[in-house]
C-alpha cells in the first residue's frame, strides 16, 4: 500500500481511502476508553490532564488507556499487512465457492462467523443471523449454486482482498447489474 506523487491524484485518493480505512478498524478493536484516551490525547493532542476530566479516571489510568492503544493499533497493521496471506486466503474461498467444495470453505471460515443480510425487501434473504462455520458455508454454496446470474469477482475493497458480488438483471432493451462489495477479514 503505497503512492508517490507522480501516480497521479487518484493513487493518492486510493491511499488516502485505504490508511483512512485501516485506522476505522484498528480503532473498532479498541475498548471505548481506549479509543477515547488515543483520539482526544494521540490525535486531537488534548493534553492529558483534559482527558482525565472527561473520562473521569486517574491520569496514570489514561496514559495507560493511551499506551494500550497505541499497542493496539500497531499490532493491527502488523497483523493484516501481510497481502500475500490475504490473498491466499481469498482465491482459496473462491476456487472452494466455484467448485462446490464444502469442507474446504469451511475450513476458511471462522468458528464464530455469522452472516447478517438485508435486502432491503427487494429480495428474498435470511432474516435471522445465520451462525457457524457449518450453518454459513452451506449457506454461501447453496446460494451460488442456487443463483445462476450472480457473478463473484475478485477485487480490492478498501485496500482489502475481497469479492464484487453483482447480479445481472435484464430489462426490455438494456441490461441493469446491482452490484454489492463484500470483504472478510481473518484472524490470525
Given at each position: 500500500m503505497s503512492a508517490r506523487a507522480d501516480d497521479g491524484p487518484e493513487a493518492l485518493v486510493t491511499l488516502a481511502d485505504d490508511v483512512s480505512f485501516a485506522l476505522l478498524l484498528a480503532l473498532e478493536r479498541l475498548s471505548a476508553l481506549e479509543r477515547a484516551a488515543f483520539l482526544l490525547h494521540d490525535v486531537m493532542e488534548v493534553p492529558f490532564e483534559e482527558v482525565v476530566e472527561t473520562l473521569g479516571r486517574s491520569e496514570s489510568a489514561v496514559r495507560q488507556l493511551?499506551?494500550?492503544?497505541?499497542?493496539?493499533?500497531?499490532?493491527?497493521?502488523?497483523?493484516?499487512?501481510?497481502?500475500?496471506?490475504?490473498?491466499?486466503?481469498?482465491?482459496?474461498?473462491?476456487?472452494?465457492?466455484?467448485?462446490?467444495?464444502?469442507?474446504?470453505?469451511?475450513?476458511?471460515?471462522?468458528?464464530?462467523?455469522?452472516?447478517?443480510?438485508?435486502?432491503?425487501?427487494?429480495?428474498?434473504?435470511?432474516?435471522?443471523?445465520?451462525?457457524?462455520?457449518?450453518?454459513?458455508?452451506?449457506?454461501?454454496i447453496g446460494l451460488a449454486h442456487k443463483a445462476p446470474t450472480i457473478q463473484i469477482e475478485p477485487a480490492f475493497i478498501n485496500g482489502t482482498p475481497g469479492f464484487i458480488v453483482s447480479e445481472a438483471r435484464r430489462s426490455f432493451k438494456r441490461s441493469r447489474s446491482k452490484s454489492r462489495a463484500v470483504t472478510s477479514r481473518r484472524s490470525t
Open positions: 493511551a499506551s494500550r492503544a497505541r499497542t493496539h493499533v500497531r499490532e493491527h497493521g502488523r497483523r493484516d499487512s501481510d497481502a500475500t496471506e490475504a490473498l491466499r486466503l481469498r482465491d482459496a474461498f473462491a476456487q472452494a465457492l466455484h467448485s462446490g467444495d464444502l469442507a474446504s470453505l469451511q475450513r476458511l471460515l471462522t468458528d464464530d462467523i455469522v452472516v447478517v443480510s438485508d435486502s432491503g425487501g427487494k429480495v428474498p434473504a435470511a432474516m435471522v443471523p445465520v451462525r457457524g462455520v457449518d450453518h454459513v458455508g452451506r449457506l454461501i
